[in-house]
């Protein structure tokens, strides 16, 4: 119920402590304080939402506290947690190097994996790539990747392309595959995703094919499987600096004109 006084409006609480729409009012009505009391009383007897909401209440000014309340929502079942947890214990900064138990890390991506979330699935899949907390397993890894990467989620595109680029994760080398998993890594919002596309571009299409050229031209019958014809050689040249000029402006090409290239 409300009571207006003195021009302000005041919540009062029931005589069985807030309700979690109780401690939102408080807040819309800038009672931070009241606020604040009441989600900590309602996390502390286990109710999520207010767990999750001390997590962004608390991430900004003091994160040590807002880590303590992800710990807590990981354990209540909270796939996202899981995976922040569990990240923790691996490569985050939530945790001093001395805390961290890969086995931990482990245990949270299988439980955020197992509910569905794309990231637990990303992250689960890092683990068994690596060997982390786990026997290293590729053929794991990948399963795991293609589950998060069918979510679109940017990590697990981002290192499918790589995979695919260098021939990981029992994957067969292809860059024209491997551009288009990093366009979908740039569309899910991988910032790294428009240099690994320059560099898939430049060092496995176009400087084989200039490599090539320069090859044919050297060669004593022209290009393999060819007769030599009159003019040959000079034609032969003039393509491998047409293929040079392309490597060259794809070289220097912008982030923006690179997408354009191959992802529109």
């Not at 304080?33 to 009383?41: H, I, R, V």
């Not at 900064?93 to 890390?105: F, H, W």
């Not at 981002?158 to 990093?182: E, K, V």
């Not at 084989?208 to 019958?221: F, G, H, R, T």
Request: hydrophobic share 40%; with cysteine.
């Amino acid at each position: 119920m409300r009571l207006l006084l003195l021009g302000a409006t005041f919540t009062l609480l029931t005589a069985c402590g807030p309700t979690f729409d109780d401690a939102v009012k408080l807040q819309e009505n800038g009672q931070y304080t009241e606020a604040a009391t009441a989600f900590e009383k309602l996390a502390t007897d286990g109710d999520l939402a207010s767990m999750l909401k001390l997590i962004e209440w608390y991430d900004q000014k003091e994160p040590a506290k807002s880590f303590e309340w992800r710990l807590k929502a990981a354990n209540k079942g909270d796939a996202f947690s899981q995976a922040v947890v569990g990240w923790a214990h691996d490569k985050g900064n939530d945790l001093p190097q001395n805390l961290k138990k890969p086995a931990t890390a482990f245990e949270m991506y299988q439980k955020s994996a197992e509910q569905g979330l794309a990231a637990g699935q990303f992250y689960l899949g890092y683990a068994y790539d690596r060997g982390y907390g786990t026997p290293q397993d590729e053929k794991k890894a990948l399963d795991w990747y293609k589950k998060s990467a069918a979510q679109e989620d940017s990590n697990a595109l981002f290192i499918l392309g790589n995979a695919i680029s260098d021939g990981r994760l029992g994957l067969t080398a292809n860059p024209i595959t491997a551009i288009a998993y990093f366009c979908r890594a740039y569309r899910a919002g991988h910032d790294r995703a428009a240099p690994a596309i320059r560099a898939e571009w430049v060092n496995n299409i176009l400087t084989p094919e200039y490599n090539q050229a320069v090859d044919n031209i050297n060669s004593p019958q022209g290009v393999p499987g060819a007769y030599m014809y009159q003019g040959q050689r000079n034609d032969l040249i003039r393509m491998a600096n047409r293929k040079k000029d392309n490597l060259e402006a794809a070289k220097s090409m912008g982030d923006e004109q690179i997408i354009k290239t191959h992802c529109n």
